[in-house]
């Protein structure tokens, strides 16, 4: 493992996130006395604008803990609901660091924001119900790299498996 990816998490998970609040601060703190300080968050609505609150909140209790917004183009907030649009920048303003990935939306944009996530953390938080898409993708990803894996929805399939021909 790179040693500089060993304290960085990233997230992945559904939009349709039903927020579980203490779970997921349960989880931060577990990985903040693990080391972890450095949080990535891929700044979609459900689960990753939760978790980035999570870690905004962890922060609140220590100093020490970095939240980098990765952002896959400039605009992506225009399609999000007006609630949703006011957490994303309202993120966006508190996180310590932002990476903005495209300056315009282009088909692959978000492949390119989940490999990003991927090859920038050494472990990855999910909320993932078993049906295909970005998050499973994702998931995959992280498998084939390698990377540690801490699922949080209560019927993750045991099977998920990485698929080398996608990579």
Do not use: C
Not at 39 to 56: I, Y
Not at 71 to 79: C, D, L, S, T, W
């Amino acid at each position: 493992m790179n040693p500089m990816l060993e304290n960085r998490v990233a997230f992945t998970g559904h939009r349709t996130y039903p927020y579980d609040a203490a779970r997921l601060r349960t989880v931060l703190e577990e990985l903040y006395t693990a080391g972890n300080r450095i949080f990535l968050s891929g700044m979609a609505v459900g689960f990753d604008l939760a978790a980035a609150e999570a870690v905004l909140s962890l922060r609140e209790r220590h100093s020490d803990v970095v939240l980098i917004a990765v952002v896959p183009f400039r605009g992506q907030a225009e399609r999000f609901s007006e609630k949703d649009r006011e957490r994303f920048y309202r993120i966006l303003a508190e996180a310590d660091k932002q990476v903005l990935l495209s300056e315009r939306y282009h088909a692959g944009v978000y492949r390119v924001r989940n490999n990003f996530l991927v090859d920038h953390a050494a472990t990855l938080v999910t909320w993932y119900d078993g049906h295909k898409g970005g998050t499973h993708y994702t998931i995959r990803r992280a498998l084939y790299r390698h990377r540690r894996l801490i699922h949080l929805h209560p019927a993750t399939p045991p099977d998920v498996r990485p698929d080398i021909s996608l990579f």
